[in-house]
Each structure stands twice: as structure tokens, then as C-alpha cells.
């Protein structure tokens, strides 16, 4: 890659533009060309020091960043919050003070309340520190990597080659599932209307999104019109879909009793074989993970590879994370 990547954080992709994306894109592209050799390792970042402050569970982000940063040849250092300071009362942005004089160059952050690697991130700017940080999920806000592993997944089963965002124009895409309570929803209508996608979301009234406006008011005169649709019901958004993104029912989220059961919940918005009957022939389907087996997808769907990328998105986690990763740590 031979662009400049000026973008200094990497907190949402509400203010990405098309380039962006596909620097991301192609950067990756390299690193999983990289991942498929018998030595999987390079030196871009080597003497940087990565630091994984995770305030709240994760197994696949938290594993999938650590494992990109020692690809790229960094030194990583990781938080456990419930054997650090916290526990003593030192504060997060205390806590964070204390990685940045231990010479951490990147920070990824994850933590259960919405805005705190933004936090995180303006104090590093107002102390003068040249430290980075990327939001690795922050409550109910965003997951931007998540998002764009899952572009980078979409746009390769179009072009192994060569992914790029012009491949989704006008290609349908269907998001099921707890949508009021995914961040990775969020990142993801950020990310697929950008590109031209049309973007159908269908979940129940109790876990839909009550205000769309924050999606389609975007100021950025680079950006595409962008194609945002709302159903209640599932089968008008997997009509003709191209691609099917089905979302885990976030229980720890809900303060309320928002559903009936979870077997109800299948019953209407499950994704099966029978209602990919709807969708286009050669329809695939992706979820975050973790995968609530025959709630959100049928276990034999999750498991069968003509349909299922689940597998495929664990995967390009690792290359995207490494293009992230390598972008804000050498600014090409």
C-alpha cells in the first residue's frame, strides 16, 4: 500500500469515507496472503508496544487482536480488570496514563459503557502522547473492526483477489436480530450503506431501533445515498437477499423483559433453511458470534458451508485487525 492513512483513532466508522474502506480492504487483503504462508510473521511493528485494555469478556476480539499485533512483531501487553488497580479504586483514564508511561504505542479498548475509548482517546491528545487508540467495542455505541472484518468477508466472497466496496452497489443485505442493543449493528449500517448496499434491519418492535434519522443524515458530501430499511417482520427483508446478517440476542443488555422466549423468538426471526428459501440462490450468511445454537440460526445452517461465512469471519478477523493495526501504527 502506498496511501497515506491520516486517520490518527480509529473510534467509529460513522465518519469513514470510501477510501478508507478500501485501503482497509486491500491492506488486509495483503496480511491474509501473509497468514497463508508457513512463516505467519513480519516485523511492520516491531519495538511498538500494543496494549489490549479489555474492561469487559471477550474471546474472539480480544484473542484476534492479540494474535494480529504479534503477526506484525509488536510487544503486546494485556488488562485484566479484576486483578489490576481498579480494584482499588484507580480510575480507567488513570489506568490508561499508566500504559501510555509504560510506552504503549496502540490501544484497543473494550469496555461496557459506551464512549470510553473516545474518552481514552482525547486525554492521550490532550497530554501531547502520540499514543493510538481503537475502540474494540464500547457498550451499546460501536464495534468498527467487527464491521469491517465483516466487509472484508462480504466483499472476498465477490472478488478473493481484489475486495473493494464498489462490489456491494445495489447487492442486498438483510441484519436480524437484537438490533437496539448491537454495537455491531451500528458499525455495520455505518460501513454497508456507505457503500451502496441496500440495508434491510428486521426485528421486533421491542428490539428495533426507535430513531433511523442518525443513519441517513450524513453530512460528509463524500458519501453515497444511503439505503436504510426497517421491517418488523423478517420475510420482506430476506426477499432477495444477497446476504443474510444475523445478530445475537444480547440478554445481558436488556433491562426489560423484551421477549417472550427465546423459542418464540426462532419461531419468527430464526434463520433457517426454509426462510433462505426467500433470499437469492447463492445467499450467504454471517453472525458476530457468539452464536445462541437454534435461536438466532439453525445449528445445521451455522455448521453447513454452501450458506454459513461464520467460520470465514473468524478468520479475516486476524488480517483485518493486522491492517488496522499496521495503518495507525506506520501511517501508510
Request: glycine residues 6%.
Amino acid at each position: 500500500m502506498t496511501n497515506t492513512w491520516n486517520r490518527r483513532h480509529i473510534l467509529s466508522l460513522a465518519d469513514f469515507v470510501p477510501d478508507e474502506y478500501d485501503t482497509v480492504l486491500q491492506t488486509a487483503t495483503s496480511f491474509a496472503e501473509v497468514l497463508s504462508r508457513r512463516t505467519k510473521k513480519v516485523p511492520t511493528l516491531q519495538g511498538q508496544v500494543v496494549a489490549n485494555l479489555f474492561f469487559e469478556p471477550s474471546t474472539r476480539t480480544r484473542n484476534s487482536f492479540e494474535l494480529a499485533a504479534k503477526r506484525l512483531s509488536a510487544d503486546t501487553l494485556s488488562f485484566a480488570p479484576g486483578t489490576s488497580s481498579l480494584s482499588k479504586g484507580e480510575t480507567i483514564l488513570d489506568t490508561a496514563k499508566t500504559y501510555w508511561a509504560m510506552g504503549t504505542d496502540l490501544m484497543v479498548i473494550r469496555h461496557q459503557q459506551a464512549g470510553v475509548s473516545s474518552a481514552i482517546a482525547s486525554l492521550m491528545d490532550r497530554l501531547g502522547a502520540k499514543v493510538r487508540v481503537l475502540n474494540a467495542g464500547d457498550g451499546q455505541h460501536e464495534h468498527p473492526s467487527q464491521a469491517l472484518l465483516d466487509l472484508f468477508t462480504i466483499t472476498s466472497q465477490l472478488d478473493a483477489k481484489h475486495p473493494r466496496i464498489s462490489l456491494l452497489a445495489d447487492k442486498k443485505i438483510a441484519i436480524v436480530g437484537d438490533i437496539v442493543h448491537s454495537r455491531v449493528a451500528r458499525s455495520n449500517i455505518w460501513s454497508l450503506t456507505a457503500t451502496g448496499a441496500q440495508v434491510h434491519l428486521a426485528a421486533p418492535p421491542t428490539l428495533a431501533p426507535k430513531l433511523l434519522a442518525e443513519y441517513t443524515a450524513i453530512s460528509d458530501d463524500s458519501a453515497q445515498n444511503r439505503q436504510l430499511y426497517l421491517h418488523w417482520q423478517v420475510e420482506p427483508a430476506l426477499q432477495d437477499a444477497d446476504f443474510v446478517m444475523t445478530l445475537r440476542l444480547q440478554k445481558e443488555r436488556m433491562t426489560q423483559h423484551l421477549l417472550p422466549s427465546g423459542r418464540e423468538y426462532h419461531q419468527l426471526f430464526g434463520i433457517t433453511r426454509e426462510r433462505l428459501k426467500l433470499c437469492k440462490p447463492d445467499v450467504k450468511v454471517l453472525h458476530p458470534g457468539p452464536v445462541n445454537r437454534g435461536v438466532e440460526i439453525s445449528s445445521d445452517l451455522m455448521d453447513d458451508p454452501q450458506f454459513s461465512l461464520i467460520s470465514q469471519q473468524v478468520a479475516s478477523g486476524v488480517a483485518v485487525r493486522m491492517a488496522l493495526l499496521y495503518l495507525m501504527g506506520s501511517g501508510k
